[in-house]
């Protein structure tokens, strides 16, 4: 009996072409050595707003038919570990925060209302094809009046002692909120890319707070309130990929990880570590000087738009950096968006 085998090869000029195999009869050239290198948790992507009112647009079929690709076990993605924002991403239809009273520290007034509307709903969808799916979540922002200057597109976190207990009260209602209405978040990351002052909700850190608020402030407030869920040192960046040469900044690791890691009391807090866009460079210092602690690469670098034949091919590269220094997942930014909406913060330019 011979058997043959199908499978699929793209090219510049030819792509997803089916190629045919037959098996022949030189012996295969492989050793197996039995060494073993990190744990693949998984692949996944970003729930955003601006998705799920992309999916309002296809009718039942074509929506099951995204669902079942992206979520389910024998779907083409498979995608099984995936991100959500903590309020407004810069995919969010409005910029918002879950308390936007000043002055409420003691977070009375707390609210996940908004999130019913698009994110819940799609998540809920998404769990309806994957029941094991994984969350992680993080803030582009803070709430505005826990920042200065008051605004979600600029700023730091206020370094005051009841503004830093309230940002951690803050991550605990999220989580307990999710879990009442049946979402388990597995994962917070304090912050979306910490380095970078960007035209959509954002918020500024450097190491030594990132260091302080989780020592301090987060951590304890997830063991006082008995959370599971795991704290990452993540989401780590920089605004843009040529930043460094260009104006010789840097992520470096001395400045965040590095730092945040070596204070055994924030340390004793922290899973794993998430890198993104120039956080790269870094990544390859961390899992060597880290090796026990888990990482991921938490947002894809997006293209222009275009699907190009280049783009496909620095995104390999990255896939072969990240797994090479040792990420267990990498996370795709938007799944599903409208044609017009691929530009970066299309539609977050109204508060």
């Known amino acids: 009996m011979t058997f043959t085998f199908n499978g699929y090869s793209t090219t510049q000029d030819s792509s997803w072409k089916e190629l ?8 295969a050239n492989l050793k197996l050595t039995g060494e073993q290198h990190q744990l693949v948790e998984g692949f996944g ?17 074509q929506r099951h038919e ?7 076990p024998e779907g083409d993605h498979k995608f ?22 000043d002055g409420d520290v003691a977070m009375e007034h707390f609210s996940i209302e908004r999130d019913f509307k698009y994110l819940i709903p799609y998540i809920k969808e998404a769990l309806s094809y994957n029941p094991n799916l994984q969350f992680f979540a993080s803030p582009w922002s803070p709430p505005t009046w826990m920042k200065s200057p ?46 970078a002052d960007q035209k959509f909700p954002s918020c500024m850190w450097t190491g030594e707070q990132l260091r302080e608020f989780i020592a301090d402030y987060l951590g304890p407030a997830f063991d006082k309130h008995g959370l599971d869920t795991e704290i990452w040192l993540g989401t780590i960046n920089a605004p843009d990929p ?4 260009i104006k010789k900044k840097t992520n470096d690791f ?8 070596s204070d055994p009391k924030a340390y004793s807090y922290i899973k794993g570590v998430g ?37 496909a091919k620095y995104v390999y590269n990255l896939y072969q950096h990240y797994f090479s220094n040792g990420v267990n997942a990498y996370i795709y930014w938007n799944m599903v968006l409208n044609p017009k909406a691929a530009a970066r913060g299309a539609g977050s330019r109204t508060p």
Request: hydrophobic share 35%; with cysteine.
């Open 254 to 261: 001395d400045e965040y990880a590095g730092l945040v890691l």
């Open 80 to 101: 099984n570990i995936c991100r959500l924002p903590i309020g407004a991403s810069d995919y969010a239809e409005q910029w918002y925060s879950h308390n936007e009273v």
């Open 150 to 195: 008051k605004a979600y597109n600029y700023g730091t976190l206020r370094w005051e002692k009841d503004i830093l207990d309230a940002y951690a009260l803050y991550f605990v209602k999220f989580v307990q909120a999710y879990r009442e209405a049946g979402i388990t978040i597995h994962q917070v990351h304090v912050q979306n890319e910490v380095i």
């Open 275 to 311: 890198y993104q866009w120039a956080g790269k460079n870094a990544i390859q210092r961390t899992a060597a000087s880290y090796p026990e602690l888990r990482y991921m690469q938490t947002e894809n670098e997006c293209g222009d738009g275009n699907n190009s034949w280049n783009y």
């Open 242 to 245: 040529w930043e460094e040469l």
């Open 66 to 72: 995204v669902f079942h690709s992206l979520f389910h």
């Open 20 to 27: 045919t195999f037959a098996p022949t009869n030189e012996s």
């Open 45 to 61: 992507g970003c729930f955003n707003e601006l998705g799920y009112m992309a999916l309002s647009h296809l009718n039942e079929d």
